[in-house]
């Protein structure tokens, strides 16, 4: 087993330790389990690509309940650090969700746009029942009313890494959430 990292990247400070984490979506895994009828399988789709190692900690949180697991891929932070409001689908389903249970995976919350985008898709696609779980909740940012079923943590306005979120693609490998510095209000 390798050891935990010790110390924080240069330029980033921790929000949520690991330990932490572990233990939220395991809280969340049991909310889940106590919400749907095990003999109905879960679709669980995972947002790309932040969401991936939140939804694999999940997946394995919920076994042995019967799931499907599906990604959806879209973007409205483009190369920045806020999102523009402009969402672009860049990777669709495989699955199709129509008369199914979908919980929708994100790694966080901010503005809404992408979440009420991804929604309405699969509302349009008929899922019988689409509810939202998402690791961070960043209300202070939300421009767009969002019903969150499941939310791990609400967090300050920091930009965050780790846990799957990254800047420019780096930062994703971290196995807890950080913030960069140098964008702290």
């Not at 921790?14 to 879960?42: G, M, N, T, Y």
């Not at 008369?99 to 019988?128: C, M, N």
């Amino acid at each position: 087993m390798t050891e935990p990292l010790k110390s924080c990247p240069s330029g980033l400070k921790v929000l949520i330790d690991q330990p932490a984490i572990h233990e939220k979506v395991h809280q969340l895994a049991d909310q889940i389990l106590s919400d749907h009828d095990s003999r109905k399988p879960l679709i669980l789709i995972g947002v790309l690509k932040g969401s991936w190692v939140f939804l694999a900690d999940l997946a394995r949180a919920l076994s042995p309940f019967p799931l499907k697991i599906d990604f959806i891929q879209a973007s409205s932070y483009g190369d920045q650090t806020e999102s523009t409001g402009n969402i672009l689908l860049l990777n669709d389903l495989q699955i199709d969700v129509c008369g199914k249970s979908v919980i929708l995976v994100e790694d966080i919350v901010d503005t809404g746009y992408t979440l009420r985008h991804l929604a309405d898709i699969l509302a349009t696609r008929k899922a019988e029942s689409v509810k939202i779980c998402t690791l961070l909740d960043k209300p202070s940012q939300r421009k767009v009313k969002t019903q969150i079923d499941y939310i791990g943590f609400t967090i300050p306005h920091h930009f965050v890494v780790g846990y799957g979120m990254d800047a420019h693609e780096d930062f994703r490998h971290l196995p807890f959430i950080a913030y960069l510095s140098e964008n702290t209000e």
